[in-house]
């Protein structure tokens, strides 16, 4: 019975610390907005007022500081604010940036078959990055583009 109940307080006991320990990553780290519609705001507090709404699920953006259920982000057009951390999602996502069409390609190569071609502001569900290029998911379709193409991909 005795172990019984210290294991079941050991389980207790990590369970209970996960949320300490997400706390606890360590910035910078890339995540994605994941509602609709999330406020960022210019402290880390409902008290403090809306700089600027983003209506854009799935954005990628820059984890720069952790503090309290808050997070200080950067955005892709280089904004800063916090957002309330239940509102980020861990799920990588990248925005094409740059100039004109990027290709999107069916192996990671400029040599390989065109599959589609993604406009500026595009944004997709990130993949694997090997050689300089990326996999990225656009609504179900799927190629690869240059890793400097894509903000969101790489090390933050």
Same mark, same amino acid.
């Given at each position: ?66 503090? !309290? ?8 057009? %280089?904004?800063? *604010? &916090? =957002?309330? #951390?239940?509102? $980020? ?40 990055? !090997? ?8 609504? %179900?379709?799927? *190629? &690869? =583009?240059? #890793?400097?193409? $894509? ?6």
């Amino acid at each position: 019975m005795f172990r019984l109940l210290l294991a079941s307080l050991a389980i207790a006991q990590i369970l209970l610390s996960a949320p300490a320990y997400a706390q606890q990553r360590e910035t910078p780290y890339w995540a994605s907005i994941r509602a609709d519609v999330v406020n960022m705001r210019v402290g880390p507090s409902h008290d403090y007022k809306i700089d600027w709404v983003y209506k854009r699920k799935a954005l990628p953006v820059k984890v720069i500081r952790v503090m !309290e259920g808050w997070r200080l982000i950067r955005d892709p057009d %280089g904004a800063q *604010g &916090w =957002i309330v #951390a239940r509102l $980020l999602s861990p799920e990588r996502t990248a925005i094409v940036i740059g100039k004109g069409l990027a290709p999107m390609r069916e192996e990671p190569q400029a040599s390989s078959e065109l599959k589609w071609n993604a406009q500026p502001g595009v944004v997709g569900a990130l993949g694997k990055c !090997e050689s300089g290029w990326c996999a990225l998911n656009v609504e %179900g379709r799927e *190629g &690869w =583009i240059e #890793a400097e193409r $894509l903000w969101g991909a790489g090390e933050p």
